[in-house]
């Protein structure tokens, strides 16, 4: 396949292995690495693995962001979302706010409420137990995607109560999947750096198994190009890896370049500019080779990265665009490029214009609808 090309042999070894196995850490490292020759091979080799996996359709769901609260105890360096409840721009939605977000999505054909705040200080699971009851007991028929391990933990915490105990009232009151939010980069010298208020490499793990183990399925995401090495990204991917290896209860894998231009750690000159577009690829790219269809779906964030260059990364291994979001505070917050709301129509045409199908989905990728 690649005798004609100008690439490095260790390259092409890496890269034909990978036509038929998972690749190792050390050979991952060695692709996240690579310039020149060696950058289209490497893009071609993962849309060629997607295409084997997963064929030529691009999913999405139709879904809304309901972001309760930007009040957060947990202040994280590449955040410019979260408030201290004296800010005077802080707020905490109430019910008939939170309702009236929920139908208008409803009205447009929501599939899935992304159900997501700040994490507040005397939450308890009684509290996310009723958002969750609120919006079941009048869209019974939408999927709820919602809260993150952080928050769950410290629910359950002022609650006196397991995490187990914790996810199988969520549960029963309706969350059907858990986001894979406060994973950011899963090394513990970058989290003390980015996230030390959030839960730890260890605590995420264990936090992550025990909703799969209790029947949440979820999202596996990885937030990259602030503090973290290029060795860090793969060893997070690793563990992301491990973890489906163990249980199978991540429905997608999430790459979400980081947004500099407002965040803490950047104004504060401790972070880099965020990744560039070919660290980017080379993401996507190898995630593909190193997931296969362990996760078999790799979803673009056109919210991080804006349609254009989301687009581009369709074509290194990626077949997920994502959602709809109608409205993506947390993003907003942090300069998304491109706004935080898109219509089918505009998604189905960055689909289109690639020779790709575009198909609705449900949260879990058990269901899609076809698009006139």
């Not at 090309?5 to 690749?23: A, G, V």
């Not at 939010?181 to 996230?195: G, H, P, Q, V, Y």
């Not at 687009?311 to 907003?332: F, K, P, R």
């Amino acid at each position: 396949m690649f005798d004609k090309l100008p690439i490095s042999s260790e390259t092409e070894r890496i890269l034909t292995k990978s036509l038929d196995e998972e690749i190792s850490v050390d050979e991952a490292n060695h692709l996240m690495n690579i310039r020149g020759a060696d950058f289209y091979p490497l893009l071609a080799t993962a849309d060629y693995l997607r295409q084997k996996i997963v064929g030529d359709d691009v999913t999405f769901i139709n879904n809304c962001n309901i972001n309760f609260t930007n009040i957060c105890r947990v202040r994280c360096g590449f955040c410019a979302f979260g408030r201290d409840p004296d800010d005077p721009d802080a707020y905490l939605l109430n019910d008939e706010q939170i309702l009236e977000k929920a139908e208008g999505a409803v009205r447009n054909g929501a599939r899935e409420f992304t159900l997501m705040g700040g994490v507040l200080e005397d939450a308890d699971i009684e509290y996310y137990e009723h958002l969750l009851t609120l919006l079941k007991d009048n869209y019974p028929n939408v999927a709820i995607h919602g809260f993150s391990p952080t928050m769950v933990r410290d629910a359950c915490s002022v609650s006196g109560m397991s995490i187990a105990e914790g996810f199988e009232i969520l549960k029963k009151a309706g969350l059907d999947t858990l986001p894979g939010t406060a994973a950011e980069i899963l090394t513990d010298r970058s989290r003390e750096i980015i996230c030390p208020e959030k839960v730890s490499v260890s605590e995420w793990i264990d936090i992550v198994k025990t909703a799969q183990e209790v029947g949440i399925p979820g999202s596996a995401t990885i937030m990259y190009g602030h503090v973290e090495t290029l060795e860090e990204r793969v060893e997070h991917i690793d563990i992301i890896r491990q973890i489906q290896q163990d249980t199978g209860g991540f429905t997608e894998f999430i790459p979400m370049t980081f947004m500099h231009e407002y965040s803490p750690i950047f104004l504060e000159g401790q972070s880099n500019l965020g990744a560039t577009g070919t660290q980017d690829l080379k993401l996507y790219a190898v995630s593909r080779l190193m997931l296969r269809d362990l996760i078999p779906n790799i979803q673009v964030s056109w919210v991080k990265m804006g349609f254009r260059f989301a687009q581009v990364a369709l074509t290194a291994g990626a077949n997920d665009l994502g959602g709809t979001l109608g409205g993506d505070e947390l993003s907003e917050a942090s300069g998304a490029p491109d706004g935080v709301e898109a219509s089918i129509d505009t998604l189905s045409r960055m689909v289109k214009d690639l020779g790709r199908n575009p198909i609705e989905r449900n949260s879990t990728y058990t269901e899609f609808y076809q698009i006139e």
